[in-house]
């Protein structure tokens, strides 16, 4: 994933509200997005956090722009909030070119709440919560390019896959059709009174081809997940 712009918003006045509804609706959707899911007897047991902040990203709100002559305008929403202008940067030269590209925008965040581990007289560790302003930067992300070839393999691949898994299930049945007629002819020569003759018919028609499919079962099951993934 290449960034090609990075770029700090001057943010509005609704920008705040807008991050304590996209707060408020994680915690219902997926509260772990908040302090990484870590609660504060979680953060004292590990010894390498010192600093956490409330939210690390805003992966689930949509941006869209907006763009004049002169300034380019970041709009927000997620899921069924409004949209929102989140604030403005001045259309510069490099965005101008970086726009150009194949390109989608994102958002990252900076501030907020956070909890800082702070050591006390005794020297015991304790948890304390700050607010710092928070900060929306818009990031401009080059368009990863498709690899037509592959998916061509991929699909050559599949119906080559599909053909093949046609005629072993066609084997297969032949196979079951070849299984079952012996049973029923070695037990028609043991009724008979060629008990011997009624085995080895069995053993050659039921037991090999019952052997074979399940040989066929556990060989094809390895690949049909590879095919399926």
Known sequence: ?????????NLTKDSDAFIQQYIEYLQDVNPKDLYEGLSNKQILKNKFIFKINQLENLDLVNVDLHVTNN????????????????GAIPLTKPLKMALAQDSYPTLSISGGNYKKVVTDKNGEDTIVDHFEPYQLT???????????????IDTLYHRTFKSEQSLITI????????????????????FLG????????????????????????????????????
């Not at 818009?138 to 061509?152: F, G, M, R, W």
């Not at 049945?173 to 020569?189: D, K, P, S, T, Y």
Request: hydrophobic share 50%; aromatic share 12%.
């Open 138 to 152: 818009l990031q401009i992300h080059k368009a990863e390019p498709i690899n037509y070839n592959v998916e061509k």
């Open 71 to 86: 300034t380019i305008y970041v709009l927000g929403r997620f899921w069924n909030s409004k949209i929102v202008n989140l």
């Open 171 to 190: 084997s297969k049945n032949l196979m079951r059709c070849f299984a079952v007629f012996g049973l029923l002819l070695g037990l028609g020569f043991m």
């Open 1 to 9: 994933m290449t960034i090609l712009i990075n770029k700090k918003i």
């Open 194 to 229: 060629f008990f011997l003759t009624g085995l080895m018919v069995i053993i050659a028609f039921f037991g090999v081809n019952s052997y074979t499919l399940l040989l066929a079962d556990t060989h094809m099951q390895p690949q049909r997940q590879r095919v399926n993934s």
